[in-house]
């Protein structure tokens, strides 16, 4: 068991152009494991708020930008040595304010850094491209230009990873940040942003940080849109919330980057390792109690080893240490409350034609886990569930159900497989479990999700390669590796003529003369 104690309750608050703003809401963050443990006292904004910190960053950019590429690489250089020096630390506060086992927290905060590592570099490698012309004395170019402000809002079940995936290269291309965190995540969301400023040595109005809730948050985002204050909004969240931000940023001619929720299927071949394809499962359908958006959705086993796969996957679930999240445990407690009262909703689609093989609902002295680690009456700890039967039209199978849920269901041959796998709509991430290479190449050019694995998890992402969703799951958008540098910078083109003349792109295009009759002549004997 990891040993730390309580840790000491931090006092919060925005942080706009480099200072504390009061707010006009008080409230408590708590330790989602122990109830009775308060890891931050928050003063919420409103409105003004984020409009504020719209304006402060707005007037920050030019000068931001003006500094040297190579030279924001070394500020991300510093920000992730900092977050390395700080990473224990950081790692804690993740693990008591949203209740994430201490492993997977230091998993996280070594995300941030990683992405630091990958982009320090590229502050030297915005490249753009010298083009021929079609004329002579004549230079065509092209830059990477800043989009300007970024806004950036995000979950809380990664509060300190995924909000790396867009500060980083943000601040890197010239871009400066109003950033609304999660509001059951204030204290790691004040500890990621002053490790941040301090490590990078950013200037005062370059990374603001507003917290508040929803309707307060998009009320000052639309102010702010309307008065042209954001260029770019980045969104992590539930895709119905996704739409409505998509829509505002529309509205202002705007794409927004958009990674929103997930049903990721998980097939299972007659071809693969049971044993390893039970042990990805564990993990992706429980890790974080279910509350990750790559989480597992539906595993689709083919009906020749659905029983033995099930048999496995059931008495590996019963035998995973659960509770304390500063244990070593598959997963913790959900992270807020209202995360554990819509898991009770999540619950309440399993029908009578379902099969669940175990205890469902909160664990309590009434409805008891065998092994549970540490005291159940002291937080939000739910049983993790598995439900056979489930087919479409199933709420369970055809909607994202973000806690401990993972839905089971069989199929006859790929085809089969693949259509059950792309049915709900969502396109995020996804997983087979083969050894044959021909099934594992046919999934992964038919399915729908912008990620796949073979033998691996549903979750997991990489600091190199691009991480985002179709469908349900998002527009398309790329974060991570050198793909998220599309969302945070514009292209720029440029035409250099110095013939001291004007020359006509289409018009003075100088011609070669060609022949149009000419035939080779081969004499035939």
């Known amino acids: 068991m990891t040993s730390f104690g309580k840790l000491r309750t ?119 491209q010298t083009v021929p012309s079609e004329m002579a004395d004549k230079q065509l170019f092209t830059f990477r230009r800043p989009v300007g402000t970024v806004a950036v809002i995000t979950a809380g079940n990664f509060p300190v990873a995924v909000p790396s995936w867009y500060i980083v290269p943000a601040l890197l291309t010239g871009n400066t940040i109003v950033w609304k965190p999660a509001e059951y995540s204030p204290a790691a969301s004040a500890a990621f942003h002053e490790i941040f400023v301090r490590g990078g040595g950013l200037p005062d109005g370059v990374f603001n940080i507003v917290h508040a809730d929803g309707p307060s948050t998009f009320a000052g985002l639309e102010q702010s849109l309307d008065a042209g204050l954001i260029d770019k909004i980045g969104f992590t969240g539930s895709s119905a919330v996704g739409r409505e931000v998509g829509g505002l940023a529309g509205r202002h001619l705007q794409t927004a980057c958009l990674e929103l929720g997930g049903k990721n299927p998980m097939v299972i071949t007659p071809a693969a390792d049971l044993d390893l394809a039970v042990e990805g499962a564990l993990f992706a359908g429980f890790g974080t109690a279910g509350q990750r958006c790559t989480s597992l959705g539906t595993v689709i086993v083919h009906e020749s080893v659905h029983d033995d796969f099930l048999d496995r996957f059931n008495a590996a679930l019963a035998a995973a240490p659960i509770g304390d999240p500063t244990a070593e445990v598959l997963m913790g407690p959900m992270m807020d409350a209202k995360f554990a009262e819509r898991y009770e909703e999540f619950l309440s689609w399993i029908q009578p034609q379902h099969k669940v093989q175990a205890a469902c609902g909160r664990i309590t002295a009434d409805n008891p886990r065998d092994g549970f680690v540490g005291d159940p009456a002291a937080g939000l700890f739910y049983h993790p569930v598995v439900v056979d039967g489930v087919q479409p039209g199933d709420a369970i199978f055809d909607q994202e159900t973000f806690g401990p849920l993972v839905g089971v269901t069989s199929y006859r041959d790929l085809e089969q497989a693949i259509e059950l796998a792309n049915t709900p709509g969502y396109g995020l991430s996804s997983a087979i479990y083969t050894n044959d290479a021909r099934e594992a190449f046919s999934f992964a050019n038919r399915i729908s999700a912008g990620m796949t694995s073979v033998n691996n998890s549903t979750s997991g992402a990489e600091a190199h390669l691009p991480f985002g969703g179709n469908g349900k799951s998002g527009n398309g958008s790329r974060q991570s590796g050198i793909w998220v540098l599309d969302q945070f910078t514009r292209w720029q083109s440029m035409n250099w003529d110095y013939s001291g003349r004007l020359q006509k792109a289409q018009m003075d295009v100088a011609e070669l003369a060609v022949d149009p009759d000419f035939t080779l002549d081969v004499d035939e004997r």
Request: hydrophobic share 45%.
């Open 10 to 128: 931090l006092s919060i608050k925005s942080i706009v152009d480099g200072k504390p703003v009061d707010g006009v809401r008080a409230a408590d963050s708590t330790n989602p494991s122990r109830l009775d443990e308060v890891i931050a006292k928050v003063s919420f904004g409103d409105a003004s708020t984020l409009v504020g910190a719209a304006e402060s960053a707005h007037r920050a950019q030019p000068a931001w930008a003006a500094i040297p590429a190579p030279v924001r690489g070394r500020a991300i250089a510093g920000i992730g040595r900092a977050v390395e020096r700080n990473k224990q630390a950081l790692a804690k506060i993740v693990t008591a304010e949203i209740g994430k086992p201490y492993a997977e927290a230091l998993g996280e905060v070594q995300e941030i850094i990683d992405t630091c590592d990958f982009f320090l570099g590229e502050g030297r490698r915005l490249y753009g």
